[in-house]
């Protein structure tokens, strides 16, 4: 027997964690309260409009939100809709789509049945003639028929579906069994036994605009901008925008509101929105698309912040599927006002304008300082998470930390958020007001020598702090011609 060669040359192989993904800003939710999505399934993720189409018909607000988000160009390629519980339902059983497909088997049973329980009480099923059921539809019928009355069961197209006749949490729906009778069992036919690949839910309360959107957030945190289909009230709209500032997320929405267009009234919601200073959402005035705003939020979540001068302005932007609204000047300098944005006629050319937030913020800042503040935490926390070592808490551990922030940031100068100019703010290290910033950007991490020594035993970093100077863009141009014979 040989001496391995570890003995003498022993190598270990470690493989560090996988480098964290940035956030992506890039994500739309589009919340209805059509019950064409389940209860246990009420957001879905959509790459084009058949998909959407899959889910939802071409009489549902959802459909009409998402046909405009994908009328956009460049075409957005993800999109998320969701189901708001804008009033109790009831609990529901959706069957297998592995249901039996062979309509002549039906059409053989005069006596099928099968036991459920609804709302905790079992309830026998039998006697249920199929014979005469030229399709699906005609089948499920005769099985509501049969059921508790209120109690719903139609066929959604790829499965049947049964639903309480209460609602609320307490509603519940179960497995159905093979019948206790003497009636053909029909439970593992129609795909509603635990055998099957279908699944149950109970039944849900109403919930306010403030839980669900809590209650989406923490089942899938992805989405970064939302809008709601056209239902929601005035009150619900502004619980909309304060749930979203507090967060980061930016909300929009699209009023009709003609006291919006009235230079002298204060008491609309534009104003609302302008006064509590929202810098989370923005809204535009449309009389007859209440769905403008999803159109601006689908030119905007196409950028690209890994790209090279990728970043845009909203101004100028045109929004496929809505109609651009003729202004007068007053109304126009009203909404201007309010930073409420429009879709109008400039000359012969429509546009979107001004591209702001409630508060007065550019919505492109409010969306590349997320973009920022992710991609710089993301590489941080990264190079942290993925090091076989560790990061040293000395100079050269911290300038090690710095280097991941610059990273970020010179990405931000290469999408076009960030540029070289002239700082005007506070005075930062080697920096001071008036100074003009090369790179555009300055990071600046105090010395570990001067840490406060509570912090040092904590294991924090030193204090590093970022100077960004914005890009910007040109909105408006004053330009005088002087002309001599």
């Avoid at 009033?87 to 459920?116: C, H, M, W």
């Avoid at 019948?179 to 129609?190: E, K, N, R, V």
């Avoid at 651009?324 to 304008?353: H, I, W």
């Amino acid at each position: 027997m040989t001496i391995p060669v570890s003995k003498v040359v022993d190598v270990k192989i470690f493989s560090s964690p996988t480098f964290p993904k940035r956030k992506g800003f890039g994500l739309l939710n589009i919340i209805g309260c059509s019950n064409r999505l389940p209860i246990g399934d009420s957001i879905r993720f959509y790459s084009d409009m058949d998909g959407v189409a899959a889910d939802f018909s071409g009489e549902d607000e959802e459909y009409r939100a998402a046909q405009i988000f994908f009328s956009q160009a460049p075409r957005p390629t993800e999109l998320c809709i969701s189901r708001r519980f804008s009033e109790s339902v009831p609990g529901e059983l959706l069957g297998s789509v592995n249901f039996e497909k062979d309509l002549a088997r039906f059409q053989s049973i005069t006596d099928g049945g099968f036991d459920i329980r609804i709302d905790g009480v079992n309830h026998p099923i039998e006697g249920i003639d199929l014979s005469g059921c030229a399709n699906l539809n005609a089948l499920a019928s005769e099985v509501e028929a049969a059921l508790p009355v209120g109690t719903e069961f139609f066929f959604e197209g790829t499965r049947f579906v049964l639903r309480s006749n209460t609602t609320g949490k307490k509603s519940t729906v179960d497995f159905a069994t093979p019948p206790s009778g003497t009636a053909i069992d029909l439970s593992a036919m129609l795909g509603l036994d635990a055998a099957g690949l279908g699944f149950k839910s109970a039944g849900v309360d109403a919930e306010s605009v403030t839980d669900a959107l809590s209650r989406l957030q923490e089942r899938e945190p992805s989405w970064y901008g939302f809008a709601f289909t056209k239902e929601l009230t005035t009150a619900q709209i502004k619980e909309a925008a304060a749930w979203a500032e507090a967060r980061v997320k930016v909300f929009g929405f699209t009023t009709r509101d003609s006291n919006v267009l009235d230079m002298a009234a204060e008491d609309d919601l534009c104003s609302f929105m302008k006064a509590n200073m929202y810098s989370r959402t923005i809204s535009t005035w449309d009389e007859d698309d209440p769905y403008q705003i999803v159109s601006a939020f689908a030119r905007a979540f196409v950028v690209n912040f890994e790209g090279q001068n990728t970043t845009i302005t909203l101004k100028f932007k045109l929004l496929p599927g809505t109609t651009p609204v003729n202004l007068t000047e007053s109304q126009r300098q009203a909404l201007v006002k309010k930073n409420c944005n429009y879709y109008t006629y400039f000359g012969d050319s429509a546009m979107l304008a001004e591209g702001v937030m409630a508060s007065g913020r550019f919505f492109d800042e409010v969306h590349g300082c997320d973009w920022l503040q992710n991609a710089i935490e993301t590489n941080v926390f990264g190079y942290m998470y993925t090091r076989t070592t560790k990061v040293p808490q000395t100079d050269k551990g911290v300038a090690s930390l710095v280097q991941q922030v610059e990273k970020a940031c010179q990405q931000g100068v290469n999408n076009g958020l960030l540029a070289p100019g002239q700082w005007n703010g506070m005075d930062l290290g080697e920096v001071h007001s008036g100074d003009y910033l090369p790179k555009g950007f300055y990071v600046y991490a105090q010395p570990v020598a001067e840490q406060n020594q509570s912090d040092r035993e904590a294991r924090k970093a030193p204090p590093i702090q970022v100077l960004a100077k914005g890009a910007g863009a040109i909105h408006f141009a004053n330009i005088e011609v002087t002309f001599e014979r």
